[in-house]
């Protein structure tokens, strides 16, 4: 079982930056494929960006390519979501999630292991 833990949000201005972080307990955090998840209010959640296991890959939804920068340390068992550009419209619970097998990295469903989510709000 891998637990995960966010940290790192908070309140933000728009066109201001914030870094979240997500810890694994795993020492076999290389294996998981990364990705980053995010959930507004009355939403559902959605893909904003994913990484490899080795970290030479990355993926980003559409409307934060540019802004946004996953990456991860595998000696820490760590991933990170560098947010730079922040729009009130990222405002959401956001969650980190590792996935064991498939291809997929954008659809929730084939993650297998999710954080309990933190909150980014950004105000305009």
């Known amino acids: 079982q891998v637990q995960l833990v966010e940290s790192g949000g908070g309140l933000v201005q728009a066109g201001g930056s914030l870094k979240l972080s997500c810890a694994a307990s795993e020492r076999t955090f290389s294996s998981y494929a990364m990705g980053w998840f995010r959930q507004a209010p009355g939403k559902e959640r959605e893909f904003v960006a994913a990484i490899t296991r080795g970290g030479g890959t990355t993926y980003y939804a559409d409307s934060v390519k540019g802004r946004f920068t996953i990456s991860r340390d595998n000696a820490k068992n760590t991933v990170y979501l560098q947010m730079n550009s922040l729009k009130p419209e990222d405002t959401a619970v956001y969650y980190c999630?590792?996935?064991?097998?498939?291809?997929?990295?954008?659809?929730?469903?084939?993650?297998?292991?999710w954080g309990q989510g933190t909150q980014v709000t950004v105000s305009s």
């Open positions: 999630a590792a996935r064991t097998k498939g291809d997929s990295y954008v659809s929730v469903a084939a993650y297998d292991y």
